[in-house]
């Protein structure tokens, strides 16, 4: 069974950047989707972007669209999602997951996805 760990989050001034890493173990990352999900104090996981084990399928939210990227580096057994333009807002505790499926339906119901990381703390504030 594939482990997932994130890293890379931090504090980091509102406008800033930051690259988060989901790392895998255990077993490969080739056969699945991977979702970015992030859970904020007193509210709902929130499912933000995901990327197809083909990496030809990307979705993000809107409310990360046009700032956040998403890859997959399969040498590496590594899925990044880059933040750019970060916002207060965007403060939450950032989890990845595997799935089968990388779409809207799917980021939508967090019930879809199996294995998730412990979870990186990303902290947007001046």
């Known amino acids: 069974q594939v482990q997932l760990e994130e890293s890379g989050g931090g504090l980091v001034q509102p406008g800033g950047s930051l690259r988060l890493s989901c790392a895998a173990s255990?077993?490969?990352?080739?056969?699945?989707?991977i979702g970015w999900f992030r859970r904020a104090p007193g509210k709902e996981r929130e499912g933000i972007s995901c990327?197809?084990?083909?990496?030809?399928?990307?979705y993000y939210a809107p409310s990360v669209k046009g700032r956040f990227t998403v890859a997959r580096d399969s040498t590496e057994e590594t899925v990044y999602l880059q933040m750019n333009r970060l916002k207060p807002e965007d403060t939450a505790t950032y989890y990845c997951?595997?799935?089968?499926?990388?779409?809207?339906?799917?980021?939508?119901?967090?019930?879809?996805?199996?294995?998730w990381g412990q979870g990186t703390q990303v902290t947007v504030s001046s």
């Open positions: 255990g077993s490969s990352l080739e056969s699945w989707a």
């Open positions: 997951a595997t799935g089968y499926n990388c779409n809207q339906v799917t980021m939508d119901h967090t019930v879809l996805w199996g294995s």
């Open positions: 990327i197809s084990n083909t990496a030809t399928s990307k």
